[in-house]
């Protein structure tokens, strides 16, 4: 238990489905990051967001929509996926965005996504 | 764009050996962080490395960073099946504002 939780951990969903992933963290951290983990490519950075403001988005396509209400909640919003989008959506949350040494990410177990 | 390497991509070992996996960039990175990841579980932070050439111990876990700051390895002795997992380096840029990971080595061991 790293203090991060996904909710859900498995998600199948078909092409014109909308859902949501969503994470919370009761760390206290103030910087919240969305990660995409595929079978072929290595951990990929989604999106960062630092005291609910997004400071970085890396090139997502929009049928990726992420939602940060606080600085304990992130929601990644799913429309219209397609089948390559399949992956693990890992969340994860920092102290602070700035990644000094010694600050550590904390991440969540996943969600496990599937599109059919 | 930085880029990790990390080799080899798969390690399968039985139980007692030893084993290295290797972390390779052309850039120089301001730190460098080891992870493992167990299945169904998400990343878990090992150890940070931040001076040229330090070398770190955890248990039977040796890290060692380069003199350069581009390149890292990590040591496994007498391996057991607890170990099993995948591990992940990544490096923290020059402004320490990004995390860049490496693709993995999925590391098998049996008993």
């Known amino acids: 238990e790293t203090g991060v939780t996904q909710t859900p951990r498995h998600l199948v969903m078909g092409m014109t489905n909308k859902k949501s992933l969503k994470c919370e963290q009761h760390l206290g951290h103030n910087a919240m990051y969305w990660y995409k983990q595929s079978a072929k490519k290595p951990l990929e950075l989604m999106f960062v967001y630092n005291f609910k403001e997004q400071t970085e988005n890396n090139s997502v396509p929009s049928r990726f929509s992420p939602e940060c209400p606080n600085s304990s909640h992130l929601f990644l919003h799913l429309h219209t996926l397609q089948p390559e989008d399949s992956a693990l959506y890992l969340c994860a949350s920092s102290q602070d965005w700035r990644l000094r040494v010694n600050t550590e990410a904390f991440f969540g177990q996943g969600t496990r996504l599937t599109v059919v | 764009t930085q880029l990790l390497e990390q080799s080899p991509q798969f390690l399968s070992i039985q139980e007692g050996e030893n084993l290295t996996v290797y972390c390779n960039s052309s850039?120089?990175?301001?730190?460098l962080q080891w992870y493992r990841q167990e299945p169904g579980e998400g990343p878990v932070l090992l150890v940070t490395v931040v001076t040229g050439g330090e070398v770190k111990k955890l248990k039977r876990l040796t890290f060692q960073f380069g003199d350069a700051r581009k390149d890292s390895s990590l040591h496994i002795t007498a391996a057991q099946p607890g170990d099993t997992g995948l591990y992940l380096c990544?490096?923290?840029?020059?402004?320490?504002?990004?995390?860049?990971f490496g693709g993995g080595t999925r590391v098998l061991v049996k008993p």
């Open positions: 850039s120089v990175f301001s730190s």
């Open positions: 990544a490096g923290a840029d020059a402004a320490g504002n990004k995390l860049t």
